[in-house]
């Protein structure tokens, strides 16, 4: 299997300073961040794996049309340099981590196919090509260290339920719901094993958001009234169910490991059925452009966007503005955090 040269000079780069930085200077994770960890532990790095809700730009030199490396996005980072993140401004990993995660990709093997993006299984490669790169560094010792402090945080199938089973054919036939959850489960039980093979401890594992009430898909299949898709939504229900009882089983038979079910949907379905709670004023359309369906290449120089992003859950039709991902991340980490040690 061939990996880009660039991604992998990108990444080994960007997680050495972020490494040799947290040898020579450790900071705690829980002083750039809101989250509250317990008294007395250490949280060497968090990295992330999956989809665009936590891709840095990882999609930037692939050949692929999901990739946000262009104005409007990135309108509020740092700089206002768009940099590859499919938000305003800054997403859950710079809140929080690092990220090897691919926008489009998912635990469907075919997801990543159509979207000609990183799979699951190449993210994996490169964290085998980060941790080898960390041993000649710092030695075998200080990397298991590492490995089983550190946080792994995986965010995947929302994409999945969005294309590989409602716009392509090819799932739907193969599968009924129950059975495509079963498989995205399976998917991401094996996953999850396979970062334990490889010395992670601490992992959670995010629900898919309520795909059917996210503004691309409210105007997709929402009818005219664009209201929230019940048949995506109860998907994504039926496979966080199935993924709690996965990762629950899996806790008993992975010695010493901690493994987290974070319910991603339940929390910005929240946002979205109670905007106001949270400070927003619209959640059924995003920033960009219309609002409507505009997203990744559609969403670009040539759109308009909103006066005060901060008032907008949705930056584009399907992701978060940094407002919203800081709300999202800041509330899920806290209410889960203690379940990592």
């Keep these: ?37 317990p008294p007395n532990v250490t949280v060497p790095a968090i990295f992330g794996f999956g989809d665009s809700i936590i891709d840095p730009g990882n999609n930037n030199n692939l050949n692929t049309l ?9 309108k509020d980072f740092m700089g206002g340099i768009p940099t590859g993140r499919f ?18 990709s998912g635990y469907d093997p075919l997801t990543s196919t159509i979207s000609s993006v990183l799979s ?12 080898a790169r960390v041993r000649e560094m710092v030695g075998e010792e200080r990397t298991e260290y590492i490995m089983k402090n550190s946080m792994f945080l995986v965010v995947a199938g929302s994409v999945d339920i969005a294309i590989s089973y409602f716009d392509i054919p090819i799932r739907r036939i193969m599968y009924d719901v129950d059975g495509y959850a079963s ?39 929402g009818g005219i009234s664009r209201k929230c898709v019940e048949n995506y939504n109860n998907l994504a229900q039926v496979f966080k169910s199935k993924l709690a009882i996965k990762l629950d089983s899996l806790s008993n038979s992975l010695r010493d ?34 609002g409507l369906i505009e997203v ?13 992003d901060t008032k907008y859950l949705f930056w584009d039709s399907y992701h978060p503005t ?20």
């Excluded at 999901?66 to 990135?74: I, L, M, T, V």
């Excluded at 401004?89 to 981590?97: H, K, L, Q, S």
């Excluded at 940094?322 to 040690?341: A, D, H, P, V, W």
């Design 1 to 37: 299997m061939q990996y880009s040269s660039y991604l992998l000079e990108l990444l080994g780069l960007w997680l050495f300073i972020f490494l040799l930085f947290n040898i020579i200077n450790p900071i705690p994770i829980a002083a750039t961040t809101r989250m509250k960890l």
């Design 66 to 74: 999901s990739k946000s490396n262009f104005p409007p996005y990135g």
């Design 87 to 104: 938000s305003n401004g800054r997403i859950p990993t710079d809140f929080i981590g690092v990220s090897f995660a691919s926008g489009g």
């Design 120 to 131: 699951l299984s190449e993210q994996l490669e490169y964290l085998k090509e980060y941790k």
């Design 183 to 221: 498989f995205l489960a399976n998917s991401s039980s094996t996953f999850v094993q396979d970062l334990y093979e490889l010395g992670a401890r601490r992992i959670g594992v995010f629900s898919t958001l309520p795909i059917g009430c996210l503004p691309s898909q409210r105007t997709l299949a």
């Design 257 to 290: 490991a901690k493994l987290v079910y974070i319910d991603f949907y339940t929390t910005l379905l929240d946002m979205i059925q109670h905007p106001l709670n949270y400070g927003f004023e619209q959640v059924t359309r995003g920033c960009c452009g219309t």
């Design 296 to 308: 990744a290449e559609s969403c670009n120089k040539f759109d308009t966007v909103c006066s005060d």
């Design 322 to 341: 940094e407002r919203g991902y800081e709300l999202l991340s800041t509330t899920l980490l806290n209410k889960y955090i203690n379940g990592f040690f």
